[in-house]
């Protein structure tokens, strides 16, 4: 069985698509994919010729590097992405 796996933790993958990514962010599609493209946020897997999805455990890091930098504190992963 081939099976996605998380380098750091050794979890299984969890794909989510962009309705639930928007609401997680709060942004609209174009500025999503725009940041990506841009490198400012993580960037969408291709699952299938018309299917893409992003990897929730990048996005919820995402949303944390953001609060703590709103909050002024230190972030490892805001300088990686």
Avoid: C
Avoid at 29 to 50: C, D, H, W
Avoid at 54 to 63: P, Y
């Amino acid at each position: 069985m081939n099976t996605a796996r998380n380098d750091h933790h050794e979890e299984p993958v969890e794909f989510i698509r962009l309705p639930e990514v928007k609401k997680l962010v709060g942004f609209g599609t174009t500025k999503i994919y725009e940041m990506a493209s841009q490198g400012l946020f993580p960037k969408q897997v291709q699952l299938g010729a018309r299917s893409v999805a992003w990897v929730k455990s990048e996005v919820l890091q995402w949303n944390s590097a953001k609060l703590a930098e709103a909050r002024g504190q230190a972030s490892d992963s805001s300088e990686s992405k």
